[in-house]
């Protein structure tokens, strides 16, 4: 079959290992948006916060670079604006500021993760990690849950539209019981399904499943998590006493 080649395989290969986008969330997580390191690691939280978004562009994902930006410039334009607005509108940019700083990096990275990883190359990863089925198989669902639901959301919003259901139409106060209530009960169908799904599929026997992805770690791997690694040793030193710069 052309999908089992090894050519067909390498070219559906995404830019990076599915382990090494896992490791990059897990850093990005505890390092900008937790902010561990405080002050002291800035530079480096300065990079960290760029890698996201190059990632993207090497992975061709326009819109989610774009909308990644945008956020991003707001939060940065709300602290930066925040010294001339009057008291109360002062701490609203700050809160909203500081929050689109710290969690949009993150969650770009999030969203990069789940947009260039198959279902298959994400267990094939927690296979070679040697995670327990019972962390694989839920966090598998999950990846599928997002985009299913995303996808359900605009039809729902298109269809009510249609019929003049939406914020700023004739029939904005309906917006509450027509679109949301809709999307709750979708929301807990698709769960079901998709958990359904992972179980005719094999997911919990107690037979290794055989995987046609091809996975590995490549030079760009191996740049990226020596940086991880870098990132980390940084803040042990820091911790220590020992100033780098």
Known sequence: MAYSSERSQDARRGFLDPRTKLTLVLVLAVFVMGGLGGEALRPVKTILSALPFALLLAERQWKRFARGILMLGIGYG???VMPFLPRALNYLALLCGGILTRFVVTVVMGEYLIATTSVSEFISAMEHLHVPQAITIPMSVMFRL???ISAEWKSIRRAMRMRGIHLGGAKASQVLEYQLVPMMTSTVRIGEELSASALTRGLGGP???TNICRIGFRAQDAVLLAGCVFVVGVW???L??????
């Open 78 to 80: 709300l602290l930066t």
């Open 146 to 148: 997002f985009p299913t």
């Open 207 to 209: 037979t290794r499943r």
């Open 236 to 238: 042990t030193l820091e």
């Open 240 to 245: 220590c006493g020992v100033r780098l710069w």
